[in-house]
Structure formats: C-alpha cells, structure tokens
C-alpha cells in the first residue's frame, strides 16, 4: 500500500483524495487544510483524518467541532508520497518542507515547471516519472492538448500544432473571478504560455498557442489545428481517438452542443461532482485538408487531471507500467464512456 498524503484540499485536492481513496493499492492517510470551511467538514464525514496546514490556525478546527489528527508535518513525516495541491505558488514553497522529511511529492501545473523533476502526462511520458522523487502533473490545458497530440505523434507524425484555448473565467466557486461580461484575448501576448507547458511533455514538438478568457465556469474549449506529417482522412483521426480511453468523441445525434450539455450529461450519468475526466471531442468537428486536421475539444478544468495524478504515484513508485496502471486508474474512478 503507497501511503499518500493530500496537502491542500480545494478543487483539485478534494478529488484527488477520493481518487486515492478509490485505489486498491493506495490509502489516503489523511488531508491538510487552511481553514474549517465547508470541505473540511465534507472531508471529515467522508473519514479523512484532517491536518492543520498553517498551525497556528489548529484552534479554529477545534472551535468548528473538528478533531484534527495533528499538523501538516506530522502528515508529510507519516506520508511515502504528499500530492501538493495547494494554489500556484505555494507548492513550490513547500518544497522544502518536502525535502526535510525526504517525502517524495507530486506538484500540479499552477507551478513552474522547475518545481520537479519531471513534467507529466501518463498518456505521454509515464516512464519518465519512474522512480522520480518530485513530479509535476501538467495543467488541465495542457494535459488536454497532450492526450490528443501523443496519438497524433505515435500514428501520422506531427508537424505543427497550433491552438486557440478558450478558457473558463474562474471554477464555479471563484465568485472574485471573471471577466463577468466580456471576452478577453488573455494573456494579450502572443503565442501564449500553454505550448511552452505542452513543450515540457513533448521538447521536440511545434507548437503555438493563443488564449482567450470568457464569463463561463463550465469548461475550456480548444480550437485546434494540427499539421501531420502525412495526409491523413478524418474517419481515420476519428478512429484513433475513439481508440483512446480518455478521449471521449461525442457522437452525432447526442444534441451535446456545448459545455453546458457536456456537464448535464456527466450529472445525469451520476458522475462525482458532474466530472468529465476525458477529453470531449465533437467527433462532427474532426476536418481535414490535406495534412491539416482541425477539432474541437471541451477540456473539464476541475477534473482531467485527476487520473493523472493518481498514474503520477504509481509510476514514481514504480509498481506499474503505463498500461496496468491507467487501465487500473479508469476502472476505479469509472473513467471512459
Ligand atoms: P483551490 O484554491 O481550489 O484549492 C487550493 C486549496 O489549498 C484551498 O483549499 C486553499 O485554502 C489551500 N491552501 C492555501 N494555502 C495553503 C497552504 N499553505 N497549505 C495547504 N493548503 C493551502 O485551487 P485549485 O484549483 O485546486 O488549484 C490547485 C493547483 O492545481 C494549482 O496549482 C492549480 O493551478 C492547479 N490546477 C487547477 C485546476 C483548476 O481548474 N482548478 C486545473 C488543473 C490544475
């Protein structure tokens, strides 16, 4: 059994407990939080023994009628493996923390890429994590692009890819983030950040991106082209994709149009939290012109990377290979439709 410990419990961090907590192989040994807010009592009642993050705030879970099982040290000390998922910035502080306990970690995509050794996508690049004590599972967007750009690679050979990211203002709680009324091209420069964040997983690839911001909470959407290296024919690229677990590519006729019907969709399938751990590809908007492909894809924020994280652990400790371990990964959390 890997012990894991969650430090830092919001979107992210609640999910990839419950994940951890699905795994045969693994046992949540506890979650560290800021504050006594609603999470951490969800946290409480679903049995995950709860840590102070910032100790001096340990009196307020006691005044909020929670036991605390002890403070983020303890946790890090106790843990074979903590999965940082506190907001951008912070992991990178707690590194240290980390390495005084010489508690391997696992860090999400808000951090530089220089927060470890190794950037992940399992998809992609499991085996460069293996054995590996600090890891970075790369952000929702790029983890969107690498899932359909390591097929593409493997199968035709890729060029040039370039993406135009339409991305979410904020989650559904960020009530202090927007834009409420607008479209933003965001970040302004151009190409933006995210293909040097793909170029972590493939350093060999071409790749431009451009962002944009809009008021929805839902999910992001791509627009993407990618060059092949051959020409290749839709039905072809649509045959790989649906060849892979977490792309789901939406079947004509469904009337799924958009994120919103996406998200009704996954709650009325009783998903966790209306979660889409799979990349949602319109199969109707696979084109091709030559060796130009051209797709859209829905990209669930809040949730892609939760498989990720949880291959992430085993191939640091290396008891899978790629395969097992995904296969494994999706039959527990129900990923793939
Ligand atoms: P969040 O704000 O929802 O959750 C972070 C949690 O960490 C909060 O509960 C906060 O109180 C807590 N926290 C703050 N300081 C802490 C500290 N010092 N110690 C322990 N906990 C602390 O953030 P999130 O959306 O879950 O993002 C976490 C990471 O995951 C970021 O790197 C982010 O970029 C990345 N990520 C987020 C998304 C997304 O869409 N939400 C998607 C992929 C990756």
Redesign the pocket.
């Known amino acids: 059994m890997i012990r894991v410990g969650v430090?830092?419990?919001?979107?992210?961090?609640k999910r990839v407990a419950d994940a951890v907590e699905a795994q045969p192989d693994m046992e949540l040994i506890g979650v560290?939080?800021?504050?006594p807010n609603f999470?951490a009592h969800t946290a409480v009642e679903r049995g995950y023994p709860m840590y102070a993050?910032?100790p001096e705030r340990s009196p307020l879970f006691a005044e909020a009628g929670i036991d605390i099982a002890g403070e983020?040290d303890e946790l890090v000390a106790e843990a074979d493996v903590i999965v940082d998922?506190?907001?951008?910035g912070?992991?990178a502080?707690?590194r240290e923390l980390y390495e005084t306990h010489h508690t391997p970690a696992i860090?999400?995509?808000?951090?530089d890429s220089d927060v470890a050794d190794v950037s992940f996508n399992a998809r992609s690049n499991f085996d460069a994590a293996r054995d590996a004590d600090y890891v970075r599972?790369v952000?929702?967007n790029t983890?969107g692009l690498s899932r359909i750009i390591a097929p593409l690679e493997e199968e035709y050979g890729v060029d040039k890819v370039r993406a135009t990211l339409v991305r979410r203002g904020g989650?559904p709680?960020?009530n202090s983030r927007g834009p409420i009324n607008d479209i933003l091209p965001n970040p302004i420069k151009v190409p933006s950040h995210h293909g040097p964040d793909v170029k972590t997983i493939f350093p060999d690839l071409e790749i431009d991106t451009l962002g944009l911001k809009v008021p929805a909470t839902l999910m992001h959407v791509h627009a993407l082209n990618v060059t092949l290296e051959d020409d290749v024919t839709g039905a072809h690229v649509r045959q790989l994709l649906e060849g892979e677990d977490r792309v789901y590519v939406i079947p004509e006729g469904l009337g799924i149009d958009g994120a919103g019907k996406l998200k009704d969709f996954a709650l009325d399938a009783g998903r966790p939290r209306g979660d889409m751990w799979e990349n949602c590809v319109w199969g109707e908007s696979i084109g091709v012109n030559g060796r130009d492909l051209y797709l859209f894809q829905a990209i669930h924020?809040?949730s892609?990377?939760i498989p990720e994280n949880i291959d992430a652990i085993r191939a640091m400790f290396d008891t899978e290979d790629k395969r097992d371990s995904m296969e494994l990964t999706d039959r527990t959390l129900g990923v793939g439709i």
């Open positions: 430090n830092g419990y919001g979107t992210i961090g560290a939080k800021t504050q999470e993050a910032i983020v998922c506190t907001p951008s912070i992991g502080q707690n860090f999400q995509g808000g951090e599972v952000s929702c983890t989650d709680g960020q924020q809040e892609d990377v």
